[in-house]
């Protein structure tokens, strides 16, 4: 969305689904189960502005939306001395675990990057907070990228900073 000549917004949502399901031994008369459902719900709000024909500020957030669901029908683990490794194997019908179990998580974040044009080369400054929800942590996350316009059509970037994600279900 343009707002005006100088200042444009662009606000994005996603959403990505995944199941994963395992079963075994199915010949029991409640067969071994294992099943993740995790839905990631993205919403990405990007404001630039124009300050001068060579200098542009971008600020926005991400925020992630994680709901995972794991459920299951699993066999006890033995513990050491327990079982032999060369006998008949464990029971498992009446040695099983059932759970399910909910996991939501909020991971906001906040960033900031300059855009600055001056000749052939273009430097980004910018800074990232995020807040990992499942660790109840927060990082602050510095960034440089350079590019340098050789020809028209050839442009060599680098970039240095620190990166991180939330972890995985």
């Known amino acids: 969305y343009r707002i005006n000549e100088a200042v444009t917004n662009s606000l994005s949502l996603s959403y990505t689904g995944s199941v994963i ?5 199915p010949g ?9 459902t995790d839905h990631l719900i993205t919403l990405r709000d990007d404001l630039k502005l124009e300050l001068y024909d060579w200098l542009q500020l971008r600020v926005g957030t ?7 669901v794991v459920e299951g029908r699993l066999p ?18 009446s040695e099983v675990i059932s759970f399910e179990e909910r996991l939501n998580q909020i991971n906001p974040a906040l960033y900031t990057e300059l855009q600055m044009k001056l000749g052939p080369v273009t430097l980004l ?8 929800g499942a660790l109840e942590a927060s990082l602050v996350q510095p960034r ?8 028209p059509e050839t442009t060599l970037k ?3 900073g620190l990166f991180a994600q939330p972890p995985q279900p």
């Open 76 to 93: 006890r683990p033995t513990k050491e001395g327990e079982a032999d490794p060369d006998g008949p194997p464990q029971d498992f019908e």
């Open 144 to 151: 440089l990228t350079a590019r340098y316009k050789v020809l």
């Open 158 to 160: 680098a970039g240095v």
């Open 125 to 132: 400054p910018g800074l990232r907070f995020d807040y990992f």
């Open 28 to 36: 029991l008369a409640r067969p071994l189960t294992f099943d993740l």
């Open 62 to 68: 991400d925020t992630i939306f994680d709901i995972a």
């Open 21 to 25: 399901t395992f079963e075994g031994n």
